[in-house]
């Protein structure tokens, strides 16, 4: 019994959720919903946080029950694959209608705690379940798309943020969600390329001539440098330094920039399978991240 229950915990893949953070991106940029334009004038802190909060458990729920559903649609493939092949329906451990029904259920009650924020929020978190739901069931293996439906969904992560506390939208937000997705989606693919070489077509069925060496690495190289300029651009636009006060914010570019690169290079190297992976194996990376994260917090709030 035990062990049944682990292995539907292992489904939901709860390290992941470290991804779902993006919901709170317009959080912590409106700094703590202080620059509401959809609200009233004085903005609620405990409710923004409140919301933001419930918001950001919705989308760990959709993106498990994502996660789970994909096991099942991949467990032959998976089988194949020399770490995936021990996840629970790969190996067997679990069957694939116990994790259907587990998809459902955790879909179920993120759309529920959607609801509880707003009707809104529950739109995008709709979007969201719809778009992955045609990326899992097969738009996973058309070259390109696939990494654009997973920037999309990240997207869309960050705008449930904004909806959820009732801030104005910056399309530097969105635009700098996206470059950096795409960015982090091709490093992803470049990753298993190196590390599984030929192997890589048998455990994603992807169009793989699409991305081969050449290709990959301009993906990257162009998507990385989108992500590096666009968050530079944030950092010193007109509507940026008159909402926040000063125009200090340029100084958070040296930590993204040295956590793209050290991406970059983890990634043609075939260590970079997912971001994950790499907070857990390179503290430098996660001080880089760690860095970033205090010199905005700082440079908001203070």
Do not use: Q
Not at 28 to 39: E, I, K, N, Q, Y
Not at 208 to 236: F, G, P
Not at 273 to 302: E, I, K, N, S
């Amino acid at each position: 019994m035990m062990r049944s229950i682990y292995n539907l915990v292992r489904l939901a893949r709860p390290g992941h959720w470290i991804k779902n953070l993006f919901v709170l991106a317009a959080l912590v940029f409106s700094r703590g919903g202080r620059d509401a334009r959809l609200g009233p004038e004085v903005c609620d802190l405990a409710a923004a946080v409140g919301a933001a909060l419930v918001a950001f458990a919705a989308f760990c729920l959709a993106s498990s029950a994502v996660y789970a559903l994909n096991d099942v649609l991949d467990r032959r493939e998976d089988a194949r694959h020399p770490t995936k092949r021990r996840r629970p329906v790969a190996s067997g451990e679990t069957s694939p209608a116990a994790a259907a029904v587990l998809a459902a259920v955790l879909a179920a009650g993120g759309l529920a705690a959607a609801w509880a924020v707003g009707a809104r929020v529950l739109e995008v978190l709709a979007l969201y379940l719809a778009v992955m739901l045609g990326y899992v069931a097969g738009l996973k293996r058309v070259a390109v798309l696939d990494v654009i439906l997973l920037a999309v969904g990240f997207v869309l992560r960050a705008y449930a943020g904004g909806v959820a506390i009732g801030v104005w939208i910056s399309p530097w937000l969105i635009l700098c969600t996206l470059t950096l997705a795409l960015f982090l989606g091709f490093a992803k693919r470049e990753s298993e390329r190196v590390a599984l070489g030929a192997a890589a077509g048998e455990t994603r069925p992807v169009e793989w001539e699409l991305y081969d060496e050449k290709s990959l690495e301009h993906m990257m190289t162009v998507s990385a440098a989108l992500a590096i300029v666009t968050y530079m651009l944030y950092t010193v636009s007109s509507e940026t330094i008159h909402r926040v006060g000063h125009s200090w914010m340029c100084l958070t570019v040296l930590p993204v920039v040295y956590g793209v690169f050290r991406f970059y290079r983890a990634a043609i190297a075939g260590r970079a399978g997912d971001p994950v992976d790499l907070v857990r194996r390179d503290p430098a990376f996660v001080a880089a991240v760690a860095a970033w994260a205090g010199m905005a917090a700082a440079l908001l709030f203070v």
